[in-house]
């Protein structure tokens, strides 16, 4: 068991976290946001909590009515009770958003004129925003698939930690393909050289507890015939203090050193740095 990494999945998927019985109730209708874990995919909108009321209203005893209900809620308290991260309910908020306009439909038949006028201003307004979302999220993308943007521009734009890996694409190619690379980065789709993710956040066989010594790594690399190391720009602080020392002694020596442009932070914000990427070859 390595209870580091399973820390890290535990809290990567907020199955680690406490939630309180008011979190747990307004979880369904989407009335709250992660706020550890802020942004745009965190909230869908207030709808199926302002129109709470009219969904109990209009709700009947009928076999479509409980279909609903029971994927709905069950979904819900199955995600909330699991990891309780609202991206999570992305899949059944098609189903939440039909319930509010059965609700918006109750009102129709009500002599609530400006409850009525409401709901459809509401409804409306989250429909333009959520598709001029889509389209402005959505633009790069549409431009490739048509040809208006070629593959490489494209990754280079979206696709976080590309410019590192491009880097150890084009510095390892045809180095061979049973020497092993590993590696530091959390975005892995796009390297083509054989690899082992270092981190123990992800990797399951890396126990900080077991690799703590220069030997321990030393003897690991002779175990999974890892021949080069990208620190890109760092190692991680729960295994840097024994690379770092295999690096003071020469056992690590770097044949290879670039600065790449990557993002800086959340994709969503497109903010960009600058990050030196150094290859290192493992000493036989």
């Known amino acids: 068991m390595n209870s580091f990494t399973l820390g890290r999945v535990l809290a990567d998927t907020g199955a680690s976290g406490r939630r309180s019985l008011w ?28 129109f709470a009321l009219p969904i109990f209203l209009a709700w009947r005893k009928t076999p479509l009515w409980r279909v609903v209900s029971i994927v709905w809620l069950a979904s819900s308290a199955l995600i909330v009770l699991s990891s309780g991260m609202l991206r999570f309910l992305l899949p059944v908020f098609p189903v939440a958003l039909a319930v509010t306009f059965a609700g918006a439909a109750y009102l129709q038949r009500s002599d609530w004129r400006i409850a009525r006028a409401l709901s459809f201003a509401s409804i409306g307004a989250l429909l333009v925003l959520s598709m001029g979302g889509a389209l402005f999220y959505g633009r790069s993308a549409a431009e490739a698939s048509i040809g ?100 003071a002694e020469g056992r690590l020596i770097p044949v290879a050193r670039g600065d790449v442009s990557d993002f800086d932070g959340m994709r969503l914000l497109g903010a960009r740095k600058t990050t030196p990427v150094v290859i290192l070859r493992v000493k036989e």
């Open 23 to 50: 979190q747990v109730l307004l979880f369904p209708l989407f009335a709250g946001m992660d706020r550890a874990q802020a942004g745009f995919w965190q909230f869908f909108g207030p709808l199926p909590f302002a």
């Open 148 to 247: 208006l943007l070629s593959r490489d521009d494209y990754l280079k734009q979206r696709a976080p930690d590309y410019g590192r890996v491009s880097f150890v694409n084009q510095a390892l190619a045809g180095q061979g393909s049973e020497a092993k690379t590993l590696v530091f980065l959390q975005h892995l789709y796009y390297l083509r050289v054989p690899f082992v993710p270092g981190d123990p956040g992800h990797n399951w066989n890396i126990d900080p507890q077991r690799y703590a010594s220069a030997e321990a790594w030393d003897a690991f690399f002779r175990a999974e015939k890892i021949r080069w190391v990208v620190r890109a720009p760092d190692y991680p602080r729960e295994v840097a203090a024994p690379l770092q020392k295999l690096e």
